[in-house]
């Protein structure tokens, strides 16, 4: 009788990711970290390979620190992690609308912490810090419906409950099992909605979903 091999799984797929920082000593420091977990690859510059992640560690968000982050998020076609000593209420939004889907506080950011944020952000989903997403929802409920942030027609039924169930903090897989979904079909929903709306990713459609009332 043949004696059975054991199964070899599947290498993961490497993230691809770039860093940016305002000095060499933190962008050094954020690469070391990075280059320990296998599922990142650095690289010096961006080549167009797909999904990419930015890692941009910024001392605060001013009016030139989002203008930076435009540029690469929109210029370069990459998804985002922002890491950052503070962000004061009047600049959440602003973050968020310029595509930052995921935030980790300096204090936290050892290289699981950004491995995390990195595979969130790769995803198109979303990972923030719970005080930032408590003060998120603070500021979605203190607005009116109706103020909307880009044009378009309303949510379906099932983008709803899509972005329902993201605003709990559930990842594409989870919410594919509890609505019965293929995972595919969720990330369908999800960026079909991203692009009729114009929104950057999914932490945007959840703010979105809560400014206008559709999910609470």
Not at 115 to 131: C, K
Request: include cysteine.
């Amino acid at each position: 009788m043949r004696a059975l091999l054991p199964t070899v799984p599947e290498p993961e797929e490497r993230i691809p990711v770039v860093v940016h920082a305002p000095d060499p000593i933190s962008r050094e420091g954020a690469i070391s970290q990075l280059r320990r977990h296998r599922v990142v690859e650095v690289a010096d510059e961006w080549d167009g390979r797909e999904p990419g992640v930015a890692v941009l560690l910024v001392e605060s968000v001013d009016e030139d620190t989002l203008g930076w982050v435009r540029r690469i998020v929109r210029g370069q076609g990459l998804r985002a992690v922002l890491v950052a000593n503070a962000i004061r209420e009047a600049e959440l939004f602003d973050v968020i609308a310029c595509g930052i889907g995921a935030v980790v506080w300096r204090r936290e950011a050892t290289g699981d912490r950004l491995v995390q944020a990195v595979r969130a952000a790769a995803r198109g989903g979303g990972d923030l810090p719970p005080d930032l997403l408590g003060l998120l929802v603070k500021q979605v409920n203190a607005l009116r419906p109706g103020t909307a942030l880009a044009a378009g027609g309303g949510l379906t039924a099932r983008e709803m409950e899509v972005l329902r169930l993201c605003a709990e903090g559930l990842d594409t897989g989870e919410v594919a099992v509890r609505l019965s979904y293929s995972e595919r079909t969720v990330k369908n929903v999800l960026q079909g909605l991203t692009t009729r709306l114009g929104l950057r990713n999914r932490v945007h459609a959840v703010a979105y979903a809560l400014r206008e009332g559709y999910i609470s």
